[in-house]
């Protein structure tokens, strides 16, 4: 069975504060994105599809706790639906202009800090890491 990149304890490393409540479904949810923006990337898993390099595991714990820093700092969940809107008001009802954040090339936006965790990992799209 396929082991969550991260961890609450490393998040709560990552950022310096302690892990949100949530922080299990929220890490489910950055793994996820991570994933999904290296669709095409080529490293050693095994036999549960767990990277075997440990750096790659750290590359992608990295990456996933920074994504979940962003929603934090952000007030997202993990689902998007934060900073969708230029400003919002509740009584009576006022939504003004979506924002236009164009997500990365796998059509997911991920955080500036967890892409940067991947690329200096080697892990890209498409990329063969030597094993």
Do not use: F, K
Request: hydrophobic share 40%; charged share 20%.
């Amino acid at each position: 069975m396929r082991r969550p990149y991260a961890t609450p304890e490393q998040l709560a490393a990552w950022t310096h504060r302690q892990a949100p409540t949530n922080a299990e479904q929220l890490l489910a949810r950055a793994a996820q994105d991570v994933d999904s923006a290296l669709l095409t990337a080529i490293y050693a898993v095994d036999d549960d599809g767990d990277p075997t390099d440990p750096a790659i595991a750290q590359a992608l714990a990295d990456a996933t706790c920074a994504q979940v820093e962003y929603w934090l700092e952000s007030g997202d969940n993990g689902i998007g639906a934060a900073g969708q809107w230029e400003s919002v008001s509740i009584g009576p009802v006022s939504l003004s202009g979506r924002r236009s954040a164009p997500p990365g090339a796998s059509g997911v936006e991920l955080a500036p800090r967890a892409a940067r965790a991947l690329r200096r990992a080697g892990l890209e799209p498409g990329r063969v890491i030597d094993w």
